[in-house]
């Protein structure tokens, strides 16, 4: 009852926070799950797993999940009953993002994704490196800020989170360019 009450607040927010930080739906996008924003990288140097790595300044494009189109209940023609129904949409979504970065539609600036996540194991099986964030006031935050978050955005269609589900930690995930296009190109 809370939540649907609250829900509209948060969905306005999406827009306000999307808008202020430039993050759109990416182009021919076939759910409109993925969204993304272009900025430089402003960590220390990381090692991709196609042998380059990572300089600061390199520009990235930070995917993020429209928790608007989740929330739904029903993407495509898939009902969302757990996040394990959402990942052959990621990996469409994927297909798309790489055919994007393959033809050159995708800023040619962009060296790697980049992401947090709460779902290591999904995003580790759609092929992407992932680091534990460092321990500390911030990923705490984080992964309480991206929990609630879950929690709104959750359908009705869903199922309650098992306990290892939310005893996840955030992580973020990286895929560089040329990974992406050839795990996804085809």
């Keep these: 009852m809370i939540k649907r009450l609250i829900a509209p607040v ?3 927010w999406e827009k306000i926070f999307s808008r202020l930080n430039d993050i759109y739906t990416v182009e021919n996008s ?12 402003s960590g220390d140097p990381l090692p991709l797993e196609d042998g380059s790595t990572l300089q600061p300044g390199e520009y990235v494009a930070e995917l993020h999940i429209s ?16 996040d ?8 469409e979504e994927m ?3 790489a055919r994007l970065a393959r033809d050159g539609r995708l800023d040619p600036r962009v060296k790697a994704l980049w992401g947090v996540t709460l779902f290591g194991p999904g ?22 800020w991206m929990g609630f ?12 989170r098992s306990r290892t589900s939310a005893a996840r930690q955030a992580q973020e995930f990286w895929m560089s360019i040329k990974h992406l296009v050839e795990k996804y190109g085809n």
Excluded at 68 to 82: C, E, F, L
Excluded at 84 to 91: A, E, K, T
């Design 10 to 12: 948060f969905i306005l």
């Design 30 to 41: 076939p759910y409109g799950l993925l969204r993304m924003s272009i900025h430089p990288y």
């Design 67 to 82: 928790n608007t189109v989740i929330y739904s209940g029903k993407v495509g023609n898939v009902t969302v009953a757990s």
């Design 84 to 91: 394990i129904h959402l990942l052959p949409l990621f990996r």
């Design 95 to 97: 297909h798309n993002l």
């Design 123 to 144: 995003v580790k099986r759609m092929g992407f490196q992932l680091r534990p964030l460092p321990s500390g006031k911030n990923a705490t935050m984080l992964k309480a």
């Design 149 to 160: 978050l879950r929690w709104i955005f959750s359908p009705p269609t869903a199922r309650k």
